[in-house]
């Protein structure tokens, strides 16, 4: 079973304009674009994509021309959402459109301390960052596409000028939203992700990291209107089909570990059962050796996301480790079903491992077969083989 993915490629930044040009230049729909201010009832608004070469790629820019006496200095959540909903714009577009301004909504009332109903845009609710946000939906739309992963986010230094005065970077509404999004330094003094450019790929990708294992369809190239030496202000977005096996699952978890030289190995049972307790999938010792040649013990936890914070809280808490790290893993797994299996000894539950309909592997649960073993006297051993289907050997 193949899947249509989109990555993003946000090797300069993130900007609304840089979005929008590669993904409309992705999905060849740059003339739905140009329809697109008279839509959105703006009839001084026009749009043109001049040429540019950002560090030396031949990308797409877009810069969006208007009358600002025509428009109102700011507007708020309300405002922007009614002329996204009198526009005649696709449902899923105006949706996700809608989602993307509630997104920068509720940054913008964070760092103010007020509700997203009552945050005032400027920027962001000017002309062109609405054509930007909506422009952006509807290329995404006509891309029609399963999955979308961003890489990570870089991060100039300085300050910014906006409405609300000089602001450090990355600017505050943008801070707001980097929840769970790996960013880095970009190496360059000023603003390359902006609050649009945040909401849109925030709200656009299921997961950031590297590009996923593709074949690649096609790739647009985005480009923003400055040239930053040593970083090419581009953003691609690369588009193609992911090859997946319809019999094997894929779900996103966390591995959190940390390194011990220090702890009491009678600890270790007890630490792998609270980790088990507070949460994590899975929990493993393996013997290393450390720095200065120190033998040590590497414990290691698979959690589900939500579960990250209890499992951290049970590596600081309950070891000698001053600190853990963690990283986002794909656990890719077969399917599972439980039955119970009659014994000459009494049932056992056994795990059936599938690939779609068909049984691969039969395993049965150890305590049940230990717990019988206990019970009869009969070796633990046997138990095993009667449960699995196996011959049992005769003493």
Sequence with gaps: MSRRALYLDCAGGAAGDMVLCALAEAADCVA?????????GFADVTVDWPAGRPGGFAARRLTVGFDDDAHPDHRNLADVENIIDGADLEPAVALMAKTVFRTLAEAEGEVHGVAAEEVHFHEVGAVDAIV?????????????????????????????????????LPAPAVAAMLAGVPVHPAGVEGETVTPTGAALVTTFAQNFGPMPAMIVDTVGIGGGPMDRPGLPNVLRAFVGEINKSADIGETDHVVVECNVDDLD???LPVVIDRLLESGALDASVTPIVMKKGRPGHLI??????ASRGAVVEILLRETT?????????????LGRRMETVETPWGPVA???ALAGDTVLRRIPEFEDCAA????????VRDILAAAGGGPVEDE
């Excluded at 739905?32 to 959105?40: A, F, G, S, V």
């Excluded at 739309?141 to 300085?158: H, N, R, T, Y």
């Excluded at 019988?372 to 070796?379: D, E, F, I, M, Q």
């Design 372 to 379: 019988l073993a206990r019970k009869t006297g009969v070796p």
């Design 300 to 305: 290691t936890a698979l959690a589900p996301e």
């Design 321 to 333: 480790s001053l600190g853990c790290r963690s990283h986002a893993v794909t656990k890719h797994h």
């Design 350 to 352: 056994v795990k059936l």
């Design 265 to 267: 190995p009678r600890v």
């Design 32 to 40: 739905l674009i140009d329809e697109l201010p008279e839509k959105l």
């Design 132 to 168: 930007d946000i909506v422009g952006a939906c509807i290329a995404l739309d006509q891309l029609a596409v399963d999955e979308i992963v961003c890489s990570s986010l870089p991060m100039g230094s300085g300050t910014v000028d906006c409405a609300h005065g000089t602001m450090p």
